[in-house]
């Protein structure tokens, strides 16, 4: 069940301890920029997830939309667990990995001509889909939904609408169904997950956390959401991810 905006509370720091911590990439860890290759992981980043990893013994993960492989060489030197692509990229024994789907290339093209035809607009290419952004064109958003539907109905994907993006991926990943993989591993089995996201897309990892005895955090906008807390930023995010640190010791 969905709690309204007005029961959102601000998580209290102790609930990480023992956890699982997943973590959303843009929007939660790092504000969203106007291009995805815009974003820039800082030193103290970098550290933040290093300490988190080791207070937690290893249980951090990073569930994205973007590629795996671009997040883990934002992180470099600091090797975190990726799952990319909402999940569909998992790494390790026991995860199938998917197929690049066979239209894929051809839906690329096609959407490319959207570039040319609204200034602003971008294709943004991932191995198992492609999204299109449309925040420096918000005037395309009709024209960028109607082309990914037509898409999805060609090629039997689906569209994942997220903030001012529609993206065309394979059907059945969401970051729900990632979470649960995760938990059924070491070292993630026996915690408690926590899940921090900001997106319409982060909805299935809070749903899933509260399945499994953990919590949901958003971040951002206060909404309707399957979280159970809310902080109002990324800023607030790493503030109080560096607080639950402290706590720890």
């Known amino acids: 069940m969905n ?20 973590l959303d990439f843009d929007g939660t860890l790092v504000d969203i920029r106007a291009t995805p290759e815009a974003v820039v992981v800082t030193a103290k980043l970098r550290r933040l997830l290093e300490k988190l990893q080791q207070q937690l013994n290893g249980r951090v993960a990073i569930i994205t939309g973007r590629a795996a492989a671009n997040v883990e060489q934002l992180f470099r030197p600091v090797q975190i667990l990726v799952g990319g692509s909402h999940g569909l990229e998992l790494p390790g024994e026991g995860h199938e990995p998917q197929r690049r789907p066979d239209r894929l290339d051809s839906i690329v093209a096609e959407l490319r001509g959207l570039e040319r035809q609204y200034p602003g607009v971008l294709v943004e290419e991932k191995p198992l889909g492609v999204a299109l952004h449309y925040r420096q064109a918000p005037d395309a958003e009709q024209a960028c939904r109607a082309a990914t539907d ?43 997950p926590i899940f921090l996201g900001d997106d319409l897309t982060d909805e299935a990892g809070f749903a899933a956390a509260r399945e499994l005895g953990g919590s949901g955090v958003l971040i951002g906008e206060p909404r309707a959401t399957a979280a159970a807390y809310w902080l109002g930023s990324v800023a607030e995010a790493l503030d109080w991810l560096g607080r639950a640190i402290e706590a720890g010791e």
Not at 160 to 174: H, I, R
Not at 179 to 184: D, E, I, N, P, Q
């Open 3 to 22: 709690r309204n905006r007005a029961s959102l509370t601000r998580p209290p720091v102790e609930i990480l301890r023992g956890a699982s911590l997943f």
């Open 150 to 192: 037509r898409a999805a109905e060609r090629s039997g994907m689906e569209v994942q609408a997220g903030k001012m993006v529609f993206e065309l991926k394979p059907v059945g990943g969401d970051k729900g169904a990632a979470l649960r993989s995760l938990m059924a591993r070491p070292p993630f089995p026996g915690s408690r």
